[in-house]
């Protein structure tokens, strides 16, 4: 009888169990358990090397910025008093600003072309990254695609957040250690903020080319935007910068920035972000950038670069760049243009008044001519003249009459006449200028010359001392552009202006080009005073030795030695005359040197060191008699400070050149504000105002003194050696101070609310100014230019004794020769007394016989 097959098979497993062999598992069941136990094993394994490398890289990750304490660095800014931007300062430029403020259509635009699916993943996009991976691998193997990053926003912030705990170098290596940490700290940034706050902290860190750290930045560099105020192209075109803002700068590369923003648009419009209309027309629009505003350089770099100085020697250099100051100076915005403007026309006619230094270089050939024509035609292309702007001329010309000469400026052809180069003639200290004025051009310029020159219109070629030009008057109607000589001047200057009253700086030019020479003249360069300083001398014999305004000095001649040198020193006028008994007044008022030396003898050299340092002078005095005429070097600062005491009547206040220092969080870290500066907030005004009853200052001389001192200076500009600076129509005072063979010429002069102080002269001292070149002749000008625009529409009263000063001083008829009373008005002068100094002997009335004369003069 036959067996079933299942018979069979149970006979045959029973006998291999019998026989001590397992029955055979079929194949797929073996597979399937292997495969089961792989997978286990696997993910065990896999779990085990994560959490490894997770251990290993998580190590020193720097803790997750807190959004309410987000304070990376931050720019510096520098204002005027009156909140003009003058300044920045910083290592990124970055400017944070708040989500709400950031507008929605340029976070979709930031989401839209570097990380679409933003609000899904969480912080790493797995299926993005190899996406990325393949395509990147795809087009090194030469199969297509493109190079692409796979970074989330996520894993970009992580990575900024990097770069300022471990710095640029190591956080943005190259390396799968990187990679991991920057993937962990994303996980990490998902968990602890929103969404929301991770685009705050991308949007404020992210790099946008041309020193832009974030949004804000960006629109202030490109647009001179704020954020806000951004149109759909221009948020698009900021949005495509992050991948590569070198490559797609809109400087640079402008179509590359074009098409990347097409490509941002086209990523919004797929996204269902924006229309189709509102791609067309952002897509349309033209890529228009501005230049980044170095605002630095263009303003006020000298006065802006000594409050950096200031704040980097007290709060240290990485306060300043990184932690957002907000730095509120005492400097006026009109006044420093005025003072800069000043400054420059002042230079340029005195320079002038030098001489003519050549041309800035000659082309002797055809070909080098034509080369230079080819790139100024290049270089101004087809824009317009400008009336008072400067050009690079070439000589094309020479008038066989010397009249003129016919110019090249570009493609520009020109008339440079005689009128407008009448001042170049050769460098000469020793020549009176108006005599050695050209009468042609012909020794003085050749055709091949490249000039500096100025468009000028016909109104500024005129001169009654020349006789008519027919050919120009021709070129004149026929519309030829005209233009004037110009050169860089080699003299500097420098200008100081103070707010007496407020304590203020409110102008401070310190050179003729920051961009050229950075040295700082109004407080760098200690340079002689000349008879600037000679009302220090007279202010010592006032207040100690109690001499009065009609104190009698002799102007004789008078020789000093120095017995420890054997050098002997004979000091003279500058009108080389002598006048006998002059009044202390007339001497100050007209500046003799004389009386001035021998009012200093008076006083004691000693004294004098003392006293110039207490008025408020940092540098030490020459100890021998030459220093009653300035001969010890003083900085333009040091020297307005004081004139500021003497306005003051002898009070000694300091100055200030920084108003107010707040931190990033709007806290006050220093406050110098006035309680009456208009531009300051009410709050400052009522607090520091408050605050400077507790700081009166130092009464350096009784105020008597002062205010004679002051009515003595008045007396120079009403009729002495400053009566030019009668031009401002407003009541002046002050002193003028040229040094030997006029090297300096200075003039520091004040009305009633405003002290300033102007000086001229070459850095190294070449050679001296012309010799005709004084105080009065060069820097006086400087200092009423600028002293007109400053107290424009300000009244300013005359120098009378304030009511509290009434009762201590008197004003007296002065006879000028003898210094008594005077009893007819007839040559005499007012002069204030301190009570019970005035003198007591009345001259003798008109017809009268002086006895005391007369027994003089009797045989």
Known sequence: MSKTPDEKTERSQSKLVLDGVPPKRPWWVRLLKFTAWASLTGCTAAAVVGLAIYYKYSQGLPDIPQVDRYWPPIVTEVYTDDAVL????????????????????????????????????????????????????????????????????????????????????????????RKIREAILARRLEEALTKEEILYLYLNNVFLGHHSYGVQSAAENYYRKDVRDLTLGEMTLIAGLPQAPSRYSPFRRPEAAKRRRTYVLRRMLVEGMISQAEHDAANAEEVRVYPVEDVFHEFAPYFTEQVRKDVVERYGNPVLLQEGLKIFTTMDSERQRAAQEAVLSGLLAIDKRQGYRGPLQQLQSEEERRAFLEKANKALGDEPLALGRLYVALVTKVDADGKGVDVRVGPHKGRLPLLGMRWARKVNPEGYYPALMLDSVKRTVSVGDVLVVRHVSKDELTDDRVQADKRLEKEIEEGVPLFRLEQEPELQSALVSIDPHRQYLTAMVGGYDFDANEFNRAFQACRQPGSSFKPLVYSAALEMLGWTGASIIVDSPIVEHDPDSGVSWKPDNYSEKFLGDVLLRTALVNSMNIPAVKTFAAVGVKKMAEWSLRLGL???????????????????????????????FGRKKPTYFIRKIEDRYGRTLEDHTAFDDAWAPLQDRVAAGYARLFEPGEQVMEPETGFILTTLLRGVVQEGTAVAAQALRKPAAGKTGTTNDSFDTWFAGFSKDLVTVTWVGYDRNEHPLGRYETGGRASLPIWLSYM?????????????????????????KIERKTGRIASDAKDAVDIWFKKGTEPEEVAPEKGQVDVQDWMMTAP
């Open 86 to 177: 003058a300044g920045e300062f910083y290592h990124h430029r970055r400017k944070v600003v708040p989500y709400e403020r950031i507008p929605k259509r340029l976070v979709q635009a930031f989401i839209a072309s570097e990380d679409s699916s933003f609000f899904d993943h969480h912080g790493v996009d797995v299926l993005g990254t190899a996406r990325a991976a393949f395509k990147t691998i795809s087009k090194k193997l030469g199969l297509g695609g493109s190079v692409q990053g796979g970074s989330t926003l996520t894993q970009q912030t992580a990575k900024a957040v990097l770069i300022s705990a471990e710095g640029y170098k190591k956080a943005t290596a190259k390396t799968l250690e």
């Open 618 to 648: 940092t540098t030490p005095m020459n100890m021998d008699f030459s220093a009653a005429l300035g001969s010890s070097c003083v900085y333009p600062y040091d020297l307005a400070s004081v004139y500021a005491t003497f306005n003051r």
């Open 788 to 812: 007109k625009a400053a107290l424009q529409g300000r009244p300013q009263p005359e120098f009378y004794p304030p009511e509290w000063l009434r009762e201590s001083v008197r004003k007296l």
